[in-house]
């Protein structure tokens, strides 16, 4: 989606990514898989081992959402300003947080958003960043939706616990992040990440297929039969993001596209 800018206007997205035409996005409706009952019941069954630095909540429930949208089953979400990939712009924003506010709430086009709340991401393996970072959540002033989103600079990814730099560069530069990674990363975590990249692309493929020129040809390069990190690969050949944000360029671009849906 595109990223609605200061109160009143729209900016265009920063890197030059093609937005989706109308036809795409009914493409993408109709490939989007269907959400099948509540599950919610058999999540809160799940007893939890392990809980997040920034929630406090076990996990989520990950392979499941690399294929499946959560757009339909949440009241608002998380929306990633796609053109904040540096930390000083964000810490600016969260202290002028019009410079966050969305033009208009995402769920009912309503034009007034308020701050809602400050929450705290806690980010792990990435120097660059502080131990906690502040993140800014709005809600929809309209009475009868009420929808909050929670706005995430696109170096914080959104449902991993490390920042993307670090996933990146335990995926993309293995031999580089073993001498440089925090102790704290277990093997595994590093084991999944890479099984999610070799597991199949093929969604991704098909909504970048329909996403306008740039994006078709990264699709076209890579074809449907592709792993996601082949995506990536291609991604990274015709977009060029910056080394430490080319996950997060994917990721933001596969939200933008279909909400909900991860790239890893
Ligand atoms: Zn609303």
Redesign the pocket.
Known sequence: MEWPGKRGRRLAPSAGWDEPSQAAQREKAKARPEVVGSSARAERAEIPTVKSPNTGRPPPPAESSLERSRESRYKGGTLIAEEVGELADHLRRVADADQYRPAE?A????GSVHVHDRVERRPLGDVLLPAVVTVLVFR?A?RT???TWRILPRFLARHLWHAWRAVERTVMMPEKAEATSAPTMAVRTGQRWRERLASSGRLLVVLLAMAGARLAAVATKVGLGCTRGALVAAFVQVVRPAPGLQLAALATVVHRLARGIRLM
């Open positions: 709430c769920r009912c086009g309503h929809c309209l939706c009420g929808a």
